[in-house]
């Protein structure tokens, strides 16, 4: 089975900074793209930044220049480095894998792992 477990978290203040991180069960060489996303009450679920299998990044446009993900292969873990941290920026952050299985593209997702930023 595929599992992501995510790690970090937590209450921080405005401008701080926190970092939060996912270890994939799966090689990251047979993943079509690995990041994170997240979730406010009563919104969307948004793009935070992901890795694609070609290895480029791509950001969520509230979050550029603030946030900055990063891999270890060998470990098939992310970490997001969230700095300048804003109220707005509360939410649950999920880690997304998409794998290709069976002809399909599948998603999978972690339980989540809460970050809140206090004014």
């Known amino acids: 089975q595929v599992t992501l477990v995510e790690s970090g978290g937590g209450l921080v203040q405005a401008g701080g900074s926190l970092r939060v991180s996912c270890q994939v069960s799966?090689?990251?060489?047979?993943?079509?793209?690995v990041g994170w996303y997240r979730q406010a009450p009563g919104v969307q679920r948004e793009l935070v930044a992901t890795?694609?299998?070609?290895?480029?990044?791509n950001y969520g446009e509230s979050v550029k220049g603030r946030f900055t993900i990063s891999r270890d292969d060998a470990k098939n873990t992310i970490h997001l480095q969230m700095n300048s941290l804003e109220p707005e920026d509360t939410a649950v952050y999920y880690c997304?894998?998409?794998?290709?299985?069976?002809?399909?593209?599948?998603?999978?997702w972690g339980r989540g792992t809460q970050v809140t930023v206090s004014s």
């Open positions: 997304n894998v998409n794998i290709r299985l069976g002809g399909h593209n599948v998603d999978f």
């Open positions: 799966e090689d990251f060489g047979s993943v079509n793209a």
């Open positions: 890795f694609t299998n070609t290895g480029n990044t």
